[in-house]
């Protein structure tokens, strides 16, 4: 394989045990149901909640497989993200700074469960981002956004629009966006205010906790071979290990 070829996926903790849920919820669900069909005396009250926490846990089973299996891509040039709507990616040369974000009051620090990413140019990004991707972020990101916008308001400092994205935005480069696009715009520019840092990656995409993530990405960016290598190398190694265990 080609230098310049080279990549690596990391697995999505929400895909996890998708099916491992789905399947133990509808054992246990089939096992209620035989013995209350066998037996004359009518489903207990223990029954009920245990066949309500069966479908529970198929049902969260099936919606965790419905996210992406990789959430991100890292090759020699630029980091990939995988969302079930869509994707987007950052070139190395368009990162400026990763690390975790910290909310405050001027006194009290909140870490957010994410991981923060401070980008160069940002119509760059923006011409790339879909308006159904930037609209499903916006939405699940909010409370993360919302919990740095709670610390800053502790300060009596709260400007109210922070709580509605307007929808136009016009970029240094004096080009202007309308509607998602510039809704999504507003939001990383009021979470760079707040944070220092433009697009969240929450904990729940990672593949690690956000500080090893944060670490990798950091290292990543300054020599993106030699950590596309390393990642290859420990999950063949991983990859050997299972083989040689079953």
Known sequence: MAESSKYVFL???ANRFSIE????????????????TLRATPISIIEIVFVATAIMAVILGFLKSREPFYSFRLDNRKITYYHKVGEWCIDTSNLSSIGVPVATDGFEQV???????????????LNALH????????IEQRHIF????KMHCKSGSCPSKWLV????FQAGTGQIYTGLIAMFANRMQHLHTLTGYHLLLPANVLDRDIWDFSNLLNH???????????????????ARSNRNDS
Not at 112 to 117: E, M, S
Not at 131 to 138: E, F, H, M, N
């Open 165 to 168: 994205e307007p929808s136009e």
């Open 220 to 238: 990543w960016k300054l020599n993106p071979e030699m950590v596309v290598q390393e990642l290859l190398d420990k999950q063949a190694t991983v």
């Open 146 to 149: 919302l919990q740095a916008v």
């Open 11 to 13: 697995r999505a903790s």
């Open 131 to 138: 308006p159904r991707l930037a609209c499903k972020l916006l």
């Open 111 to 125: 870490e957010l469960n994410a991981v923060g990413i401070k980008i160069k140019d940002e119509a760059c990004f």
């Open 21 to 36: 849920f789905m399947l133990v919820g509808g054992i246990a669900i089939a096992i209620v149901m035989l013995f209350v």
